[in-house]
């Protein structure tokens, strides 16, 4: 990007055009003075950083990766629990992954993060360090949760962000029902018995409770029987 057509105040550029120190707080504080508040310190470290401490080249990158039309693109392809919320007992540590993807046309630049947005605080870290990522390709992203110790429904919502703060993509979000520990083992075991009651054979029914078996018909009665019995004897 070539700063000199950018609108910028001319006074502003001639400061710090002449601004030939090598204090490293100086420069992050020059930076932040000419970009903005929006520009957080530890943003402005990281385009001084990329640029080699060079006050030139850091304003023309934030710019390059602020510009409208240049703010990367993210979808999310595939989360495991995208359609149910997840039942889990207090105090439960687990792992929560996705598959997202730059569905954009520009490469994520170094130093983007997925990072906790709002709703419920209820996983180990609020960011995430990513790599680059090249347009139209995917990784997996994964961090860890621990559900809270008094039962309810908590939501946390996650986005991808530039190191300049800028929120990009689509958002992501983790829903989990807390259960007592009582209701929870309740549950596990009701579902148990469906499974076993699922995949059990029928049992053999007692043809005497059949009246229509094959083997029940030619069974002869107790009445047939005595009276056969009886005819038998007259005849002896």
């Not at 360090?129 to 919502?157: A, H, N, R, V, W």
């Not at 053999?204 to 029987?225: G, K, Y």
Request: aromatic share 8%; glycine share 6%.
């Amino acid at each position: 990007m070539d700063v000199d057509n950018d609108p910028l105040d001319q006074n502003l550029l001639r400061q710090f055009n002449c601004l030939c120190t090598t204090d490293k707080e100086n420069l992050v504080k020059g930076l932040r003075e000419l970009i903005g508040d929006q520009l957080t310190e530890s943003a402005a470290v990281f385009f001084l950083e990329m640029n080699d401490w060079n006050m030139h080249r850091a304003v023309g990158t934030y710019f390059d990766v602020n510009n409208e039309g240049a703010i990367p693109s993210m979808s999310l392809v595939r989360d495991e629990n995208s359609e149910n919320v997840l039942q889990l007992p207090p105090n439960l540590r687990f792992t929560k992954s996705w598959e997202v993807k730059n569905n954009g046309r520009i490469k994520w630049p170094p130093g983007c993060t997925l990072q906790f947005n709002g709703g419920d605080s209820i996983s180990v870290y609020t960011s995430l360090p990513t790599t680059t990522l090249e347009p139209g390709c995917t990784m997996t992203l994964s961090t860890d949760f621990i559900t809270p110790s008094k039962p309810g429904s908590y939501q946390s919502k996650w986005r991808m962000m530039l190191p300049t703060g800028t929120y990009f993509g689509d958002t992501i979000w983790t829903l989990v029902q807390v259960e007592d520990n009582d209701s929870f083992q309740n549950e596990l075991s009701r579902q148990l018995v469906e499974s076993i009651n699922l995949g059990s054979p029928m049992q053999d029914q007692p043809n005497a409770l059949n009246p229509f078996s094959t083997s029940q018909q030619n069974q002869p009665t107790n009445q047939d029987t005595d009276t056969q019995s009886n005819m038998e004897s007259d005849i002896l």
